[in-house]
């Protein structure tokens, strides 16, 4: 289980969100929403550890593995695709690697009393634990499986990856994430570089193969189909859903429309007592009850309606002049190949 605990994040005075605690339990799978602005990439590079919060902190158990694709990154450019991706799996490959040295070492050493050979039998033991206790997995099988499920073709595996666009090199680091097979998954926008054949794979992957999940998405169906939690980050706090983003919508319509009552009822309230204030100010016999709904509306603390994302990208074509019933002629055009 990781925790967030009592995080604060301010900037220039401004606070994002402030006193946001909650837990992240396994096989959770989480859809961070909010409107633009509300912090949901700042909360989400906090929990990778790319970023500080101003007060809190997040705990997680000591050999938790945590794995975050932000929204733009970098890859290197001297590996091929191959390479690249199976650089999920460098710290077996670099267990392996130290045990053959190791082993190597004991062949040719003969001070077999020494302090130095018993700490090599001991290191090489520790390795093997470790190493023999992974599951048997063919590793350039599955990297080749992960990539073909995110689009890449078996003829891709042995090209540069500075060969391919930022939206490519996005793939490739998803793939080396998935392999990882983290604790807990972070992906912010994942779907926007990928196609609808590798979106349906990785919802697969997600939803049967993953752990925890937590993800930020404009795509809508994607996060239905993954998700059974919503955190949404609104006015600096967080509401906490155990619904997919359908049903979570409903509760919010709901929520709303609770906080919406409640503010009307308050500020009656307020303006009643307010009208009470004005025609008795200076009205010996009512002094102490004039006194007392001032104090009390002083300590009112005032409900807040919860905002709502309406924008929407909105085009407008102008008119255009119509085009010729034959927009283009052709005559006597000949095309050959060799």
């Given amino acids: 289980m990781i925790s967030v605990d009592n995080l604060v994040v301010e900037f220039n005075g401004q606070t994002?969100?402030?006193?946001?605690?909650?837990?992240?339990?396994?096989?959770?799978?989480?859809?961070?929403?909010?409107?633009?602005?509300?912090?949901k990439s700042t909360m989400m590079k906090i929990i990778a550890g790319v970023q500080n919060p101003t007060k809190g902190n997040v705990r997680a158990p000591k050999d938790a593995v945590i794995a975050y694709l932000p929204q733009h990154l970098l890859t290197e450019d001297n590996?091929?695709?191959?390479?690249?991706a199976?650089?999920?799996?460098s710290h077996v490959f670099a267990m392996r690697d130290e045990m053959d040295a190791l082993n190597k070492q004991l062949e040719t050493r003969t001070d077999y009393e020494s302090d130095e050979y018993m700490k090599i039998i001991e290191r090489v033991s520790d390795l093997g634990e470790k190493f023999y206790a992974l599951?048997?997995?063919?590793?350039?099988?599955?990297?080749?499986?992960?990539?073909?499920?995110?689009?890449f073709k078996q003829d891709d595996f042995s090209r540069p990856t500075s060969e391919f666009s930022g939206g490519w090199r996005m793939r490739i680091e998803l793939a080396k994430i998935l392999l990882q097979k983290p604790d807990l998954i972070l992906l912010d926008e994942p779907t926007n570089h990928i196609d609808i054949e590798s979106v349906i794979w990785l919802e697969d992957f997600l939803v049967n193969k993953a752990k925890a999940v937590i993800v930020i998405s404009h795509d809508r169906a994607f996060v239905d189909n993954i998700?059974?939690?919503?955190?949404?980050?609104?006015?600096?706090?967080?509401?906490?859903?155990?619904?997919?983003?359908s049903h979570y919508l409903q509760l919010r319509e709901d929520r709303r429309a609770h906080q919406i009552k409640a503010y009307q009822e308050q500020q009656k309230f307020i303006a009643d007592n307010m009208a009470f204030i004005e025609r008795?100010?200076?009205?010996?016999?009512k002094t102490n009850q004039v006194a007392s709904r001032e104090r009390m509306?002083?300590?009112?603390?005032i409900i807040e309606v919860d905002e709502i994302d309406t924008s929407a990208l909105k085009l407008r074509f102008p008119k255009t002049q119509r085009s010729g019933d034959y927009p283009v002629t052709v005559k006597d055009v000949s095309k050959s190949y060799d």
């Avoid at 199976?86 to 799996?89: D, L, R, T, V």
């Avoid at 599951?135 to 689009?151: D, F, R, S």
């Fill in 16 to 39: 994002l969100f402030s006193d946001v605690s909650f837990t992240i339990n396994e096989n959770d799978k989480i859809a961070l929403m909010g409107k633009n602005g509300a912090g």
């Fill in 79 to 84: 590996t091929t695709v191959l390479e690249e």
């Fill in 86 to 89: 199976s650089k999920a799996f």
């Fill in 135 to 151: 599951e048997e997995v063919n590793y350039t099988a599955e990297v080749e499986k992960a990539l073909k499920g995110l689009g």
């Fill in 227 to 245: 998700t059974n939690r919503t955190i949404e980050v609104t006015m600096g706090r967080i509401y906490d859903y155990k619904a997919n983003y």
């Fill in 280 to 285: 008795f100010k200076g009205t010996y016999s």
């Fill in 297 to 301: 509306l002083e300590k009112l603390e």
